[in-house]
């Protein structure tokens, strides 16, 4: 029974986390490069929707994610338009997006489908699913088809792309030449500038990558998690993908390992609703599902004073002549 709920726990965890890291990665790319980006969460939200709508409307997995980082493409390069090339107000900029998007979607929702905001289920056929049909469920009184079958191997291809693409990050800043260039542009814009660099040119570039990661991080929720789109689905996930970036430092793998931590507790909470507590009873489902969101402040007022963010985060660049 052991492996069964390990392997059931490590399997929620994986799939909980996975648009998380995606969101978290888009942040910290564009914030490396000195842009501030509070509109993961409206991002994803819009990009979940395209996903639902073109995937429902279109019977096209393809199409879905195509439409899904197309939107969110769009709205990076809303909001390098605002705060890149007019230096607008990063903050300002991002929480107009995640307003636009939490509006917009209900809308267009009941506008093409009259679903009360909803759009129509997607098709089995259409949706993601696990890349090995014969780990979909854990086996008692099997350690390998449970933790390592179930638990490990039976997620679909976002959920190891997202994964792979922490590798990917971290190897692209740190270890190429346009990743050395994205740091410093968000560490000291006028030295790129002084080297015949582009500091907006890097800037748009690093603001279409954090769209194409939110794209897929939207479509995950709605491809493969849930069967449609529903107003204001995310709950909250991009902001949560930000904490775990700030409490990460700006760097891969410590975000990885706090987006694995709230998706461990969000895992853990759909757990424990039920459950008696020796000495205090059953606890609340309220209780146990704000898990995600009390750690949220915890680590941002705790830890936030001790991450030190790229020097040129949030100070739009003028050039000098």
């Known amino acids: 029974m052991d492996e069964v709920l390990i392997g059931s726990v490590l399997a929620s965890t994986l799939r909980v986390t996975t648009p998380l890291l995606l969101c978290a990665l888009a942040g910290l790319i564009?914030?490396?490069?000195?842009?501030?980006?509070?509109?993961?969460?409206?991002?994803?939200?819009?990009?979940?929707?395209?996903a639902a709508a073109a995937a429902s409307v279109g019977h096209s997995t393809a199409l879905g994610l195509v439409a899904a980082m197309l939107v969110a493409c769009l709205l990076s390069l809303l909001h390098g338009f605002a705060c890149v090339t007019h230096r607008g107000d990063q903050v300002v900029s991002g929480v107009a997006i995640n307003m636009v998007a939490a509006g917009l979607t209900v809308v267009l929702g009941i506008a093409w489908f009259a679903q009360g905001g909803q759009t129509p289920p997607i098709d089995a056929a259409v949706r993601l699913t696990g890349l090995s049909a014969a780990f979909a469920e854990p086996v008692e009184g099997?350690?390998?088809a449970s933790v390592i079958g179930h638990g490990l191997l039976s997620h679909n291809i976002l959920v190891y792309l997202a994964f792979a693409l922490v590798g990917g990050v971290w190897f692209f800043l740190e270890r190429t030449k346009p990743g050395l260039r994205l740091r410093a542009?968000?560490?000291?814009?006028?030295?790129?500038?002084a080297a015949g660099v582009?500091?907006?040119?890097?800037r748009y570039a690093a603001l279409l990558l954090n769209g194409l990661l939110c794209g897929l991080a939207g479509s995950y929720l709605t491809l493969a998690q849930n069967a449609n789109f529903s107003p204001n689905m995310t709950a909250g996930r991009g902001f949560i993908a930000l904490a775990a970036m700030i409490f990460g430092k700006w760097k891969p793998l410590p975000t990885m390992a706090a987006c694995l931590l709230f998706g461990f507790l969000d895992a853990a909470a759909i757990r424990l609703q039920g459950v008696a507590i020796p000495g205090v009873g059953e606890v609340p489902v309220q209780a146990i599902q704000a898990l995600p969101y009390l750690l949220t402040v915890v680590l941002l007022a705790g830890f936030i004073g001790q991450a030190l963010a790229p020097k040129a985060l949030g100070r739009p660049y003028i050039k000098e002549r």
């Open 198 to 202: 582009s500091v907006p040119r890097l």
């Open 142 to 144: 099997s350690w390998w």
């Open 30 to 50: 564009s914030e490396r490069s000195g842009v501030i980006d509070i509109g993961l969460e409206g991002k994803m939200l819009f990009a979940a929707f395209a």
């Open 185 to 193: 542009v968000g560490e000291n814009p006028a030295m790129v500038d």
